[in-house]
């Protein structure tokens, strides 16, 4: 199974809501990832987990919280997010960190007002 | 500074007519070159993992080269169902180890 699935398919929420997206594989994976994609741009990472400890944060603002509460679940608490947030949310896991193939969830689109 | 240029930037081919997919990169080291293929609103799929030059890969009608310079990606025989953004992504011996650098992507848009 190299399925990686995530929650909510779509949110829409207000400058001064506060959401979570989910992320679960069962791939046994150690490293997992979040990323955030604009429209006809590459996905740009924005936290890495190794080993569920996180040991990349590419200088994400504040307002995004990545948590790892176990080996197979990432969840990314959003909170007093901008409009220019609004985008494609990719989760993803690798076997490890080193050279392994990444596979992405389907994403969560989010639209903030 | 690792870096991945995509080209051309869309294709539009005709079913039946056979194409590659460029991918230069340069990086100080190459642990591993990547190709997803995403369709519009969705995660990226994975599709192949090249590690050393010469090294080919197939699955069904794509296949993937690898040269110490650049990556082709061989498409024969497209169906409309191969319509899609292709991207391709290296990631570097040093460094943040796991961290991909991606290309802009090529989509390609098969007639049937």
């Known amino acids: 199974d190299t399925e990686v699935t995530q929650t909510p398919k779509h949110l829409v929420m207000g400058m001064t809501n506060k959401k979570s997206l989910k992320c679960e594989q069962h791939m046994g994976h150690r490293a997992m990832y979040w990323y955030k994609q604009k429209a006809k741009k590459p996905p740009e990472l924005m936290f890495v987990y190794s080993y569920e400890k996180l040991s990349i944060n590419e200088s994400v603002p504040s307002r995004f919280s990545p948590e790892c509460p176990n080996s197979s679940l990432l969840n990314l608490h959003l909170h007093a997010l901008q409009p220019e947030d609004s985008a494609l949310y990719l989760c993803a896991s690798s076997q490890d960190r080193a050279g392994n193939e990444q596979f992405f969830g389907p994403g969560t689109r989010l639209t903030v007002l | 500074e690792d870096q991945v240029t995509q080209s051309p930037e869309a294709l539009r081919l005709q079913e039946g007519e056979s194409s590659s997919l460029n991918c230069s990169y340069t990086v100080s080291g190459l642990r591993g070159l990547f190709w997803y293929r995403q369709d519009p609103g969705k995660g990226p799929e994975f599709l192949f993992t090249?590690?050393?030059a010469g090294e080919e890969k197939e699955k069904e009608r794509l296949k993937a080269t690898l040269t110490k310079k650049e990556s082709f990606l061989h498409i024969t025989a497209p169906k409309p169902e191969d319509s899609a953004t292709y991207l391709c992504?290296?990631?570097?011996?040093?460094?943040?180890?796991?961290?991909?650098?991606f290309g802009k992507g090529i989509t390609l848009s098969v007639r049937p």
């Open positions: 090249l590690y050393s």
């Open positions: 992504a290296v990631q570097a011996l040093s460094g943040a180890n796991s961290k991909l650098t």
